[in-house]
């Protein structure tokens, strides 16, 4: 590792930020002019929160994979699977690295929701955003025998009885949990959910038809549609999706019910990475996202690749973290205070 | 074994007291189904029974079975054994996890265990060598590096 | 006959040179990793993910998967010869083949356990091989009330498995369940006795108790004395499997085999639990229970077979549903992914090369690993014959290395010492420690599924006997609490019984 020489150039930087705050200036640019070098040296670390197999974790590894292989970062990329604590324990790590220019964090649902739901300090505002550069949807499904044909016929069957219709999902607090929250508010009713160990728990506790209701990622769910053991009722993206599979599915703002929810992924940097190391992340990365053999290996996923640029990050990861605290507030989850 | 006894029926008490005390916030019952502090209540409820019986079978029990701990030296030797684990955890972060655990190696072999100078070297060598080999090379597992860069 | 053919079309695939070639890479890494304390198969096929970028799937599979099973020949060495859990689920491998190892039978210990994996693995897959599509549908007959009566089954069991009083085994329990309810609680989302501690926030790792309190803990016990250099003396020609220990265990394999292999296809269940509910179920039916913790052979076959059927039980639902069962099997299906492949029901008829190949894999990995295992165990075993002084900092060593792999972080490798101490004063005490690990694997199974049938049912216990399933396991449940309660009252009987005619026969004196 080469902390000992990363720590000079963020003493310089926090000097610099001194004066510069002291005199009022724009501190962006200061640090950039000391630097001679353009590149991270050495191998860099994607740090991730999930054990291996988890999705970030592939698409990481994945990323990492085409970098080094199309030479757009000669560095070699290591994903490592810093797991505890609901990716605070790689959060933390990587807030503990100021400055360090070998070590970038796979930004994921978690690093938002966890400081929410367990009243901790955010991260997402600290570390210096990079960017946010893979979506995936989400669409639910029903049980291919179900009576429910659409949203409608849900929400009436949920409005019979409150908490009749039960839901599968992962841990309290999660993505699914999160959808489920979105599905009550909009149609004004209460479902039972059932949290499992973990999305591939509650999938199995679907299929044994032990539950209605559940919300999967459209990889999962084609195969599943494919060979009649589900029926999806929605996708919850704005739009319909463009590819040929999905594109018959309607949105669940089509049915008259405002749930749009995705996934996203991405990546930061620890907290003070010099804009250097940013511009470098950002070409990177805009490369990767043009890169024929990464769209396509995303496509094959149901996910898409748009990149959010580093300079438009900011404010995208302050309306997404807004977003999810107001859910998890209205779902009993939060602890953390309105306002930071 | 009667004094171990009762510390251990002591040592259960608070550890369950504590559980209880920990988890007295939380709900017992959520909905249909328990909450988060039923399992915890009755962990430390059947924890102060079998505390409580414990204590009332030792003090029943007149058998003047003597006690396992090892004579003082043992103890010594124990206690040297785990300080040096700890001190070798501390030092992991500082001197990097190779050099922390070479330093731990000896002070194992020629502090504690009294061995001869050169198969003390030799084990030391052949158990760096495996974690260097194995861990670091092959497997590519990121062990804390000191000022040397391993 | 139709699955008949698609093995054959298998075995073609898997015998190409270059698939041959990796299956001996595959299993013989997998040896390894398991051996390697901490680093458990699933962490050791993810480090080696990216070795199989590149390689056709079906290569790439067999390798990743003979680590798997690999995997679970390995861990039994360093549990047998120096007790500290080689993976987590050689955890009761660790209490009676140390044992046994003490006792100079460490090549037997290892013999059994290879023979028994072996028979295993292969019934097992060939289940895999002819009722995949039969297997999964039973696979999701267990939801949350089946495995809530399951691991009831496995904690009312756990008083008896200690070696001395009753009250001291559930103590260790206990301690266990303690363990396990730090963190956060995964129905509510509270936090639960973590203090503020990040690193507890997700609960207390298995490993780092389960090196501890055995490995660690061990190594403490061997300090108290100076004459620690004592080598277990043994011979080589004494260290093979006699005529008597096979017959001693092969039944315990074949339960332990079957016990594995169905809990095995349970998506909530892994290798781990097997192996303890097949020690729990050895321990009930051994001719003699009193032997278990003390150096039980067929202890040692059942906990092995089960969890290397178990391992190969969690490919029915990963490859017909596309659910993963282990751990493992979750690495194996995120490489399906990175290698472009999407898994789900549909795996079975779009890639059949794949599936077939990977079947018939399993089956050429099993004889390797038998191959590789039963002659070389008396070499293995004569590790022993080191002097422990020099053994012991490597042991600690490792298993510390093996501590911080699990997360990359510190904070285990202080809990491995912590519950090293814990484990030293547990044998002090004489509170039996295998207890304690059954608790931490089983509780959080237990609370998470009696929460969830609850949820399921509405709140109605009837849950738990309605559902032709977990109305058998509820029947098992209550067999087996009321099961020794008749035998005492049996027994008490039958010695007033003897005790009247015996005061009869003084009367008539």
Redesign the interface.
């Known amino acids: 590792m080469i902390q000992p020489c990363a720590a000079r150039p963020f003493h310089l930087q926090l000097k610099h930020s001194v004066l510069a705050a002291a005199l009022g200036v724009a501190l962006a640019a200061a640090p950039a002019a000391l630097h001679a070098q353009t590149a991270p040296t050495g191998p860099i670390e994607i740090t991730t929160g999930t054990s291996p197999g988890g999705t970030p974790d592939v698409l990481m590894r994945r990323a990492a994979k085409i970098l080094n292989e199309q030479k757009i970062i000669t560095n070699p990329l290591v994903v490592q699977n810093r797991t505890g604590g609901s990716w605070m324990v790689a959060g933390n790590f990587v807030m503990g690295k100021k400055g360090d220019h070998n070590i970038v964090l796979c930004i994921a649902q978690p690093i938002l929701t966890t400081p929410i739901t367990q009243g901790l300090p955010t991260l997402y505002d600290k570390l210096t955003p990079i960017s946010m550069f893979i979506q995936g949807d989400l669409v639910l499904v029903v049980q291919p025998d179900s009576p429910v044909k659409d949203l409608k016929q849900l929400v009436e069957l949920a409005a019979k009885r409150e908490r009749s219709v039960k839901v599968a999902g992962a841990q309290s607090g999660s993505t699914d949990h999160m959808v489920a929250g979105l599905v009550e508010k909009a149609g004004k009713v209460k479902l039972n959910y059932v949290p499992f160990d973990g999305g591939g728990a509650a999938q199995a506790a679907f299929l044994g038809g032990n539950v209605e209701l559940m919300t999967l990622t459209p990889s999962e769910a084609l195969p599943l549609v494919k060979s009649g053991k589900a029926r999806i009722l929605a996708i919850l993206s704005s739009e319909r999706s463009a590819a040929p599979e999905l594109k018959d599915i309607p949105t669940a703002k089509e049915q008259g019910y405002d749930i749009v929810w995705g996934q996203a992924w991405g990546l930061a940097g620890p907290p003070g990475l010099d804009a250097d190391t940013v511009k470098f992340w950002d070409n990177a990365i805009a490369k990767l996202v043009a890169n024929p053999e990464w769209q396509a290996s995303l496509k094959e996923n149901f996910l898409r690749s748009r990149m959010i640029p580093a300079a438009e990050v900011k404010p995208y990861m302050q309306k997404l973290h807004d977003e999810h605290l107001a859910l998890l507030r209205d779902l009993g989850l939060a602890k953390q205070p309105a306002v930071q | 074994m009667r004094v171990t006894n009762f510390i251990v029926a002591l040592a259960l008490f608070s550890l369950s007291s504590g559980v209880l005390l920990g988890t007295w916030d939380l709900p017992y019952w959520a909905d249909f189904a328990p909450g988060s502090a039923f399992a915890p209540f009755w962990v430390a409820t059947v924890g102060i029974i079998l505390a409580l019986a414990l204590f009332v079978a030792t003090l029943a029990d007149e058998g003047g079975e003597p006690h396992n701990f090892p004579d003082r030296r043992g103890i010594v030797r124990v206690i040297a054994l785990m300080a040096g684990l700890w001190l070798m955890v501390l030092l992991i972060p500082l001197v990097g996890f190779i050099s922390a655990s070479t330093l731990f190696c000896l002070l194992l072999l020629l502090g504690i265990e009294r061995r001869p100078l050169v198969p003390s070297l030799f084990a030391t060598a052949v158990v760096m060598t495996l974690v260097y080999g194995v861990f670091i090379a092959w497997l590519g597992i990121a062990l804390p590096t000191g000022p040397f860069g391993i | 006959m139709d699955a008949l053919a698609s093995l054959a079309h298998g075995f073609s695939v898997a015998m190409t040179p270059t698939n041959l070639l990796f299956v001996l890479i595959g299993v013989t890494l997998g040896q ?1 990793i398991g051996a ?1 304390p901490g ?1 458990g198969p ?9 070795v199989t ?1 590149g390689l056709e799937p079906v290569t790439a599979l067999v390798m990743l998967s003979g680590i798997m099973y690999g995997g679970m020949y390995g861990g039994t060495l360093t549990s047998v010869l120096v007790n500290v859990p080689g993976e987590a689920a050689s955890v009761m491998t660790a209490v009676d083949g140390n044992q046994l190892a003490r006792q100079g039978r460490a090549g037997q210990a290892l013999a059994a356990a290879a023979i028994g994996s072996f028979l295993a693995g292969i019934g097992a897959v060939t289940a895999l091989a002819f009722l995949t599509p039969i297997l999964s549908a039973f ?6 009330p089946e495995y809530f009566l399951l691991a009831l089954l496995g904690i009312t069991a756990t008083a008896s498995l200690g070696t001395g ?1 009753a ?2 085994a ?2 260790g329990a ?2 266990g ?2 363990i396990a ?1 730090v963190g ?10 973590t203090f503020g501690s ?5 609960g207390i790792d298995f490993l780092p108790v389960a090196i501890g309190v055995f490995g ?1 803990a061990e ?2 016990v061997s ?4 004459q ?1 250099s004592r080598a277990v003396r043994t011979r080589l020609r004494d260290m093979w499997l006699t005529g008597k220990d096979w017959a001693e265990c092969r039944m315990a394999m074949l339960r332990g085999g079957l016990v594995g292999f169905v809990i095995g296809l349970m ?2 269940a892994g290798p781990t639990v097997a192996a303890l509910l097949a020690y729990i179920v050895e321990k009930k039916v051994s001719p003699h229970p009193e032997k278990f913790g003390h150096g039980a052979l067929d202890g040692v076959a059942a906990a092995e077979s089960a969890n290397n059927s178990a391992a190969h039980g969690a490919m029915v ?1 990963m490859l017909a ?5 282990s ?1 493992s099997t ?2 194996l ?2 490489a399906l ?2 290698l ?1 492949i ?6 079975l008829t779009e890639q059949a090369d794949l599936v077939w190949g990977l079947i018939a894999s399993m089956f050429v990995g099993n004889v390797i690993l038998l191959v590789m295992n039963l002659p070389l165990a008396p070499l293995f075993a004569s590790v022993l014959r080191i002097p422990y ?2 053994l ?3 042991i ?3 298993s ?2 093996g501590a ?8 285990n ?2 809990l491995t ?1 912590f519950f ?2 814990v484990g ?1 004063l547990m ?5 039996p420690r295998a207890p304690l690990v059954l608790a931490v694997v089983l ?2 199974l237990m ?2 599924s ?10 109605s216990p009837a849950i738990f006997v309605e559902r032709p399933l977990s109305a058998v396991l509820a029947l098992l449940v209550v067999g087996s609490l009321a099961l020794p309660l008749f035998n005492f009252l049996l027994a008490r009987r039958a010695a007033r019984r003897a005790g009247v005619e015996e005061a009869l026969s003084h009367s008539s004196d």
Request: net charge negative.
């Open positions: 390894l390697l680093i699933s962490a050791g096929m993810a480090l080696l993910l990216p970028f696979a999701l007959g267990f939801s949350a009083s009250v001291k559930m103590i206990t301690l369940l303690m309810l956060t609680d995964p129905i509510q989302g509270t936090s639960r006795l990040l690193e507890l926030l997700e660690i190594i403490l300090m108290e004395q100076t620690a998506p909530g639902p549903l596309g659910i993963p069962g751990a979750a690495v299906l995120a992914v990175l472009g999407r898994p789900g029901p549909m795996l002084s020099y012991a900092p490597g600690l060593v490792v510390l290395v911080y792999a699990i997360s990359l972080s510190l904070f490798v202080g010492l090293g101490m030293y044998i002090r005490a004489d509170i509780a959080p609370e998470s009696l929460r969830q049938s609850l949820m399921l049912s509405e709140g």
